[in-house]
């Protein structure tokens, strides 16, 4: 294992032939460019072809993970620590998931970063890696407490406020280059436009093509004034699908007209910020393309549209090639091949590195690729790092983790940024707020989903604990997204003797109990309360509440958010990003884009 000196002597030559000064955020200079071409010159064919992959791999450590991590990544990338598949593959870039045990603690992050940078350039001729993971915060974020967690982007959309979106970014951003994150897939920039869209709904700003372009401008600039790549999502636009691209191949019907009036706006305010990474959707656009490919695999949609017409040249991340909207029509030896054809630079976890690398290789061996096609995308993706600053600072420390992450500035940025989120959508009589001399003995039931981040909640617990902690006498039942008839009897019988009800609903359907459970509590005559811990659109299916708020994520700081809200600690000023129709009548909308009451006159 190479000490931190005799890595930074063999990497001496790599570094000061990049002298590219000390600014995190300066590019590199034209005659950078020269030294980064050079660099590229040196590389053999499989070390080009291993920069081209982002890879996810098992444990908390580069080199000593736990054995059960250990066994997966010997069942799935043949190698058994993340040291090793930088050594066999070269991999240009490794993706980090809670799931693979990736993000336990931000020193821990900051340690398992040091140690596959350490096992990188120990390498001859090793490079420094790119290290990304998907911290879109709200419902999607693999690092959680006692990190910063901030609104996602459908609250920023309610909040309506540019500032706010580019400064969750920059605290977000900061945190992530703490602990030797230096790309983030973020933000989403799809415009969402179908209610029902399984995959994208809260993860978007909103359904206002021109709103969502602001604040994906404002989060790209307070990403990479952070130091972090921030990488606008997903392309061409996956907004108006019914169909999750994980599990299926969404066809978007949109024509050639509302792809631009719609889809582009974003992604075109993106590159105007100078975004530095985009990544492709696994989505089927047949007005961009008639083939029937994936926008991933389509040449026509990533370099006919986006390098020529949208004129951009940073780097372009695929999707994970893993989903199914990928693997649908072509085999995995074939994605990765298709993909660099179509103009992808950056190849993100495949089922198989394996197969996958292997087969680019032979792509280049065979002519069906060129070396030259090969370096043009290493050499985006080379400036990428050498503008984040990599090959001269590419470790972090204990003393950094410790300066900014969670730190409480951050942390009361979230709570400020999340009250200007919430939204209040109906309260007849006003009963809300409620009032602790009226309404003092509170119950708190509905869903419990999982936590985004695997740290935090659940959110009644979440709810009734800050509802406690602003002077209610508040008690938690958890009920479920699908609660059953003996705990909404149980529920029914809790609130008997309560001034009154919070539920916390969770994408409601015409057929969910959770419908069941609010008509039974609203038969009680105990005052019902519900917020949307997910997707606004529950209020179309509970006309009966009396008081509705939307939160659009089941985070704590979301979550408490909506209690202060809820006490009449803050006044709600959130006003819907998209808008809700009608349960009886979907043609007809219930609740407008900017639709949001406040208390007072």
Do not use: C
Request: proline share 7%; net charge neutral.
């Amino acid at each position: 294992m190479p000490t931190r000196r005799t890595v930074l002597a063999a990497t001496a030559g790599v570094t000061s032939a990049l002298a590219l000064g000390t600014d995190a955020q300066a590019g590199p200079h034209p005659h950078d460019d020269k030294r980064l071409r050079a660099l590229v010159a040196r590389m053999s064919l499989e070390e080009k072809v291993g920069q081209l992959f982002v890879m996810r791999v098992y444990g908390h450590s580069a080199t000593a993970p736990d054995q059960a991590d250990i066994d997966a990544n010997l069942q799935e990338l043949g190698v058994r620590t993340a040291a090793e598949l930088l050594e066999r593959y070269r991999v240009g870039g490794i993706i980090y998931f809670s799931w693979a045990h990736n993000t336990r603690d931000p020193h821990q992050i900051a340690a398992l970063s040091n140690g596959i940078q350490r096992a990188s350039l120990g390498l001859p001729r090793g490079l420094p890696v790119l290290v990304s993971t998907d911290q879109e915060h709200g419902i999607v974020a693999r690092v959680g407490k006692p990190a910063t967690l901030l609104p996602g982007a459908m609250a920023l959309g309610a909040g309506g406020s540019r500032a706010d979106a580019r400064e969750a970014a920059r605290v977000g951003g900061a945190e992530l280059r703490a602990i030797g994150v230096r790309q983030d897939y973020a933000p989403v920039a799809d415009v969402n436009v179908n209610p029902a869209n399984p995959v994208i709904g809260v993860r978007s700003f909103g359904a206002a093509p021109d709103a969502v372009a602001g604040l994906v401008a404002a989060q790209v600039k307070g990403y990479q004034g952070a130091g972090v790549a921030a990488t606008a999502k997903h392309f061409p636009g996956h907004g108006d699908t019914a169909v999750d691209s994980h599990y299926g191949f969404p066809v978007i019907e949109h024509t050639r007209e509302q792809w631009t009036a719609l889809d582009a706006p974003p992604f075109r305010a993106a590159i105007r910020a100078g975004i530095d990474s985009i990544m492709t959707a696994h989505i089927m656009v047949p007005a961009l393309d008639p083939s029937g490919d994936p926008a991933t695999l389509s040449r026509p949609i990533l370099t006919g549209i986006l390098r020529e017409q949208l004129g951009y040249d940073g780097v372009v991340v695929t999707d994970s090639l893993g989903m199914q909207g990928v693997r649908e029509k072509y085999g995995d030896d074939q994605v990765p091949v298709l993909a660099l054809k179509a103009g992808v630079d950056q190849l993100l976890n495949p089922p198989s590195i394996d197969v996958a690398w292997n087969a680019v290789l032979a792509a280049v061996r065979s002519g069906e690729l060129t070396e030259a096609r090969l370096d043009e995308s290493i050499l985006r993706i080379l400036r990428l790092k050498a503008k984040l600053g990599l090959f001269e600072r590419p470790y972090v420390s204990d003393a950094g983790v410790d300066r900014v992450v969670g730190i409480r500035r951050h942390l009361e940025t979230a709570d400020r940024i999340a009250e200007r989120t919430t939204t209040l959508l109906v309260n007849e009589g006003s009963l809300l707020p409620l009032s602790r001399r009226t309404h003092r003995n509170v119950l708190v039931v509905g869903a419990d989903p999982a936590s985004p981040s695997g740290t935090t909640g659940p959110p009644t617990t979440v709810l009734a604990a800050e509802l406690a902690s602003l002077g209610f006498t508040a008690t938690s039942l958890s009920t479920g997204t699908a609660p059953t008839q003996a705990l909404i009897d149980q529920a029914v019988a809790a609130a008997r003797d309560k001034d009154a009800v919070v539920v916390g609903t969770y994408n409601v359907t015409a057929g969910s109990t959770q419908r069941t459970l609010v008509a039974r509590l609203l038969a009680t005559g105990v005052p019902v309360v519900a917020v949307a811990i997910r997707n606004p659109y529950d209020v179309a299916q509970l006309p009966e509440v009396k008081g509705y708020l939307a939160a659009y994520s089941w985070t704590d700081v979301e979550v408490r958010a909506a209690a202060r809200v809820l006490a009449g600690r803050v006044a709600p000023r959130g006003k819907l990003p998209v808008p809700v129709q009608r349960a009886d009548e979907p043609t007809k909308v219930l609740y407008p884009i900017g639709h949001g009451l406040t208390y007072g006159p």
